[in-house]
T-cell receptor
Framework: AQSVSQHNHHVILSEAASLELGCNYS??????LFWYVQYPGQHLQLLLK??????LVKGIKGFEAEFIKSKFSFNLRKPSVQWSDTAEYFC?????????????FGKGTKLSVIP | KAGVTQTPRYLIKTRGQQVTLSCSPI?????VSWYQQTPGQGLQFLFE???????NKGNFPGRFSGRQFSNSRSEMNVSTLELGDSALYLC???????????FGPGTRLTVL
């Protein structure tokens, strides 16, 4: 990928609501995609990743993401959020190019879940 | 397996000073990357080291530098600190290539 963009800056949901966070990438060769989560006061953790194969990827804590090549999207979903899902979520992809192994991140989406 | 560790966790410096941050990767990981995280700019890539060689560098001034030792531990240095350098500096380790990176807790640098 060359760049990653996240549509929503801040999302506020009530517990049990469904979640979908948008992520789009610009095409640039091999597509490997990641979602990371940063809980308040904690370090970035990997939620899930897509390298190839089944475009529906399941991650930890009930999260899943769907890779849609035609839309250059990799949206994160969860059917029913909990208060403990309050965190900031980052979509990321390796910057393509010879010898380039850096991750490029979206700006992040803050999720606030109201009990 | 122990995770990525970073020291110190918090630093307060004044403008013009220099600072050195340290990162110990997960055992067996040879790739170490550094990122700067700020509320306005988000996560921005600084540089990546693999087996003591800098493979990639982000778009930061030359005041930002780093190195990696033979045991894969890495340090980054910022000289002539500016107020805008206040940020959370994150270190991530990996096996290299297009695989996931594992992040440390970060060093919170405040420049006064």
């Amino acid at each position: 990928a060359q760049s990653v963009s996240q549509h929503n800056h801040h999302v506020i949901l009530s517990e049990a609501a469904s979640l979908e966070l948008g992520c789009n990438y610009s095409y640039g060769g091999t597509v490997n995609l990641f979602w990371y989560v940063q809980y308040p006061g904690q370090h970035l953790q990997l939620l899930l990743k897509y390298f190839s194969g089944d475009p529906l990827v399941k991650g930890i804590k009930g999260f899943e993401a769907e890779f849609i090549k035609s839309k250059f999207s990799f949206n994160l979903r969860k059917p029913s959020v909990q208060w403990s899902d309050t965190a900031e979520y980052f979509c990321a992809a390796p910057l393509s190019g010879a010898g380039s192994y850096q991750l490029t991140f979206g700006k992040g989406t803050k999720l606030s879940v109201i009990p | 397996k122990a995770g990525v560790t970073q020291t110190p966790r918090y630093l307060i410096k004044t403008r013009g000073q220099q600072v050195t941050l340290s990162c110990s990767p997960i055992s067996g990981h040879r790739s170490v990357s550094w990122y700067q995280q700020t509320p306005g700019q988000g996560l921005q890539f600084l540089f990546e080291y693999f087996s003591e060689t800098q493979r990639n560098k982000g778009n930061f001034p030359g005041r930002f530098s780093g190195r990696q030792f033979s045991n894969s531990r890495s340090e980054m240095n910022v000289s002539t600190l500016e107020l805008g350098d206040s940020a959370l500096y994150l270190c991530a380790s990996g096996t290299g290539g297009y695989n996931e990176q594992f992040f440390g807790p970060g060093t919170r640098l405040t420049v006064l």
